[in-house]
């Protein structure tokens, strides 16, 4: 069983609230709605609750600890998910939340160099595959044609056709009357 002195206390509280902040400057940055003072207390506050259970001196107790922190962690992240009508948003924010406090639990357990790779990873995801999504997101989707199985290019009809899995029907827009107020649909 080893002890937990002040300094290491400290330096590792330090670090895991320096892995959140980091985090959560690029999220501020980018005006997202988890920002820096979100990420570095969610890191924060993982790293205090498994250095609590250090402190305390049993050597069972910080893994046991670190699991609950990350099923309150999905809490609090299913917390930021919202939908709005076909569309979900917040599923970045509370997957950035999650890692921030994993990386607190690292910080906490005395591991301060795969702490700090996991922050660099985290990063690397938000600043290097955004552009990667926006380039997926702009290329052409297939579109299948009314009356065939075939898929055409929205950008290119020139290309060759390829198998549709489900044909689309196009639909003209149907704008119902109005009922009035007391009668049935």
Not at 30 to 36: E, I, K, M, N
Not at 45 to 61: H, I, W
Not at 108 to 115: K, V, Y
Request: glycine fraction near 12%.
């Amino acid at each position: 069983m080893s002890t937990l002195t002040t300094f290491d206390f400290a330096l590792r509280l330090a670090v895991g609230v320096g892995c959140g902040a980091l985090i959560g400057v690029e999220r501020q940055w980018r005006a997202r709605t988890a920002g820096l003072r979100t990420n570095a207390l969610v890191a924060a506050g993982a790293t205090l609750f498994v250095l609590y259970s250090e402190a305390v001196g049993d050597d069972t107790s910080p893994t046991r600890v670190a699991s609950y922190v990350v099923s309150g962690i999905g809490f609090l992240g299913g917390g930021v998910i919202l939908r709005d009508g076909a569309s979900v948003h917040g599923l970045n924010t509370a997957a950035t939340l999650w890692c921030s406090a994993a990386l607190g639990v690292l910080a906490a357990s005395g591991r301060l160099d795969l702490a700090l790779i996991g922050t660099a990873a985290v990063l690397a995801v938000h600043l290097l595959l955004r552009p990667a999504g926006r380039l997926l997101d702009r290329a052409p989707a297939p579109r299948c044609g009314p009356e065939t199985s075939e898929v055409e290019d929205v950008r290119d009809e020139a290309r060759a056709p390829a198998g549709c899995d489900r044909p689309v029907v196009d639909r003209p827009s149907v704008r119902l009357p109005a009922r009035r107020p007391g009668t049935r649909p």
